[in-house]
């Protein structure tokens, strides 16, 4: 199949069934890999747009594209979203009767349909449709899961061998968010593609913000938190089923909307709240791992762990849940030692102890780096990144160092006089003269160092603390009750006069207090975006889809930029296509048109010309709007040439002849392109007017 066959149809067939002007990275190289029916493997990211891959190319080719994916909820959220786009798709499984089930054969005969997405245990159901006939391509989703080697191991992915020998001329294009070696190999293996293109991205997810807090007051932090992003959606990870419902609780008390979501509930009430979470009935969830392998909910904007993941792969995957519409999202985790100890023993025992403990260490040391995480993080990955970040709290703050000699001296010293039998907390309460019954009782009062520290926090001593762990001037001893003990470091600060620099501990809690006597920020909710977010939401309800696939959040964010009035402004929405338009464009520019109608009463500076756009599209002429809004027409013309340089809908040749832009084009060339208005005035001997010169000279510079 020659590549000219569908390369002049690519991108017009992008915008018109998905709404985008462009391929992402390797997007537009993976589809005409596909369309010259060659198999392929993509390993990108979580929402790094595999989707595009196979389903563009489905659009195309004839016949029906056969998607196989693991999970039910994230078909029918796909053929939703494809449906919302006017493509033609369906799933089939084993909820469906008989005659729905032969319906969509039917369909497949008859070539009606463009995407046809199943299960792997319901392919034996397709015998009849099997065939080179029918099928156009092969997508296989989350194709990690035919390997034992990966983390979400499926048995029934590992039939999928039969489908090249049954049709060995169909392209076969496997995608997986799972990078290591092992899993592409045993991809293509299983799969039978051996020639397969392999096609890896980048695996940075630029857009999604990390920070790491110590976890003191994590409840405060976290209301504190999420009080700032008024109705945006996030997820909450815990270790436990009770600290889930411990926050979701708070959360509530507080005026937050959240569920929890654990193991421990019905198959119903976990559906459930994943349905409203979906359909942004609620806006956060507070879930133990088990929450999120079905979502694909665009929208997340933030993902909040409220305890130490067990590895960096896990941590990389629930962060990934956020931030997929591109736009700026929030990755948060508390770092918490308790958190350290309840992990260890939890992989205690087990059969990879060793590797378990390993991978804990790994997060520890990303928990408590001191350098960008972002480098941190994607070098765990085998991927190396030449600059810092610059969106991770390290490079946004980084730490200024100070010389912390002293206080590394009085810890090691209390260390030792407490026979490195104590764990972090008597040790603090040594050095802060802490008068407890199990000080007294210790007798530890009388310590030569008891209460040498009493002038710094209690807090600032836990952070002073991890850092000599981090620099190694003492260690945890997990197997004795988390003692504090010296290393061979440990004496050459005591006796020899190394120096420990330390960094100041940032006071979080302090913050939280400030901000807590403010009142919520409420002036948001009269903005274009929320209001055009309600609308969303109404449309969601009434039929029945999530708002994230009426449109994304990105889509609405532009629209509030943009502010499209008419059906051709619309459609220059990214996201927006031509079914898009035809369904939902009405409405949404009525929204806008409403807003910009409430705005006219007190427009601000930035927006006057805009405020004329909307009296012109309500057909108002130049001098009425003038009179409408008492200004002088000159201003109202200089408007209409900035909104038509700005790509805005107006009939420009209303206003100035196509002659008149002729003779202004030749003058330009005349006089070079003078930069000033004036001397084209002068040019032109008072005979045409300075409007109508500025605005040929936009016809002018937007035709060039
Ligand atoms: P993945 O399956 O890799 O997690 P998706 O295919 O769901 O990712 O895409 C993630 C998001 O990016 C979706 O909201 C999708 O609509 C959007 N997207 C994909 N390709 C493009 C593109 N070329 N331009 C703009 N947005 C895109
Ligand atoms: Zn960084």
Redesign the pocket.
Known sequence: MPKSNFQAQLLPT?KTY?G?????DQ?KAIVETVLRNKDCLVI??????????FQLPALLLKGTTLVISPLIALMKDQVD?LNANGIPAAFFNSSQDTAQQEDILDRVIKADLKLLYVAPESLAALQNILNESYISCIAI?EAHCISSWGHDFRPSYQQLGFLKKSLPNIPIIA?T?TADKATRQDILNQLQIPNATAFLSSFDRENIELEVRPANNRASQIINFITKKSNESGIIYCLSRKNTEQISKKLNDNGIHASAYHAGLSFEERTKVQENFIFDKVQVVCATVAFGMGI?K?NVRFVIHHNMPKNIEGYYQEIGRSG???LNAKALLFHSYADVIQLRKFASGAANEEVQIAKLERMKQFSEANTCRRKILLSYFGELLAENCGNCDVCKNPPQFFDGTIIGQKILSTITRLNESEATGTVIDVLRGAKNANILEKRYDRIKTFGIGHDITWKDWQQYIIQLINQGFCEIAFHKNNALQLTSFSNKVLYENTKIYLTRPVDRIENVKEEKRKQPKKSKDNSLFERLRKLRYKISLEENIPA?LVF?D?ALKEMERVRPMSASEFLTI??VGQRKLEVYGDEFIAEIMSFMNSKIKAPKKTETHMVTYQLYKSGLSIDEISIERKLKSTTIYSHIAKLHSDGKDINIFDFVSKSEVEAVKKVKTELDAPKSLKPYFEHFEGELDYFKIRLALSVIDTKA
């Open positions: 992008l998905f985008y002007d462009s391929f992402r997007q990108m990211p979580t929402g790094g747009g595999k989707s595009i891959c979203g989703d995608l968010a694909d665009s997929r519409d591109g994230y994304s990105a990214s996201g």
